[in-house]
């Protein structure tokens, strides 16, 4: 099956530096990721929808600025969480969209997760 | 306003027993229903998906089903074990657009020896 990647897998970092999150399809390629934070013991919440060659669509609420999104290529999505703070502590998941089967049945692979602790 | 809600919160059973998770939505207009099953500290699994004209669907010890009548879903797991421990979460699916998943809280199960 299709498999997400996510790299790195955990980060500390200090308030105030830049913290990138890589997203990658590795065995099939995506034109929409998807980025979404998670708290303790919530649901996930979708940040933002990465696009292949533009920019991306961000969620109500959420920074577009401080959470930079790139989708260079049809295998890579990267999330830049720009100045970081404590309160964004979280647990970043993206997804990669696939259409499939003669019926174009779409569905989401998820990758397995970066938690981001800021001091 | 579209949700999705899960039942119980959580759940504690023994292993070898079987359990049942509940899942009512109100998300129009609807294209499918997936069940994922999310470990701590990893990403969502996929489960199962249907679609409206789907009643249920199985994949080993999982069997989703689903009524789009009353737009219940609900997903039974037999003969639990002890890595079935995890968060079940219902994700529904709005038809015709790409951002379209609305997401359950999910059901916190502990499975014990």
Redesign the interface.
């Known amino acids: 099956g299709a498999v997400?990647s996510?790299h790195p897998s955990w980060v500390i970092c200090k308030s105030g530096t830049s913290v990138k999150i890589e997203c990658r399809s590795l065995d099939f390629q995506a034109t929409?990721m998807?980025w979404y934070r998670q708290f303790p013991?919530?649901?996930?919440?979708?940040m933002a929808?990465s696009n292949e060659g533009s920019k991306a669509?961000y969620?109500q609420g959420v920074e577009k600025d401080k959470f930079l999104i790139n989708h260079a290529s049809l295998t890579l999505s990267t999330l830049t969480v720009t100045s970081a703070h404590p309160e964004d502590s979280s647990?970043y998941?993206c997804?990669a969209?696939v259409i499939a089967g003669p019926s174009g049945?779409?569905?989401?692979?998820?990758?397995?997760?970066t938690?981001l602790l800021v001091l | 306003k579209n949700q999705v809600e899960q039942s119980p919160q959580s759940l504690i059973i023994l292993e070898g027993k079987n359990c049942t998770l509940q899942c009512n939505y109100t998300v129009s207009p609807f294209?499918?229903l997936?069940w994922?099953k999310q470990d701590t500290?990893?990403?969502?699994?996929?489960l199962t998906?249907m679609?409206f004209s789907e009643n249920t669907k199985s994949n080993g010890r999982y069997t989703a089903t689903l009524d789009a009548d009353t737009k219940q879903s609900s997903l039974h797991i037999t003969a639990s074990q002890l890595s079935d421990s995890a968060s079940y979460?219902c994700v529904v699916?709005l038809s015709g657009s790409?951002?379209q998943?609305t997401?359950?809280?999910?059901t916190?199960l502990t499975v014990l020896p």
Not at chain 2, 41 to 46: A, E, F, I, Q, T
Request: no cysteine; aromatic share 12%; proline share 4%.
């Open positions: 997400v996510q929409t998807f013991k919530q649901s996930l919440m979708l929808t669509t969620e647990f998941i997804s969209r049945q779409e569905t989401q692979y998820f990758g397995p997760g938690r | 294209s499918n997936r994922y500290g990893r990403g969502p699994v996929s998906i679609t979460i699916s790409a951002r998943l997401f359950g809280s999910g916190q």
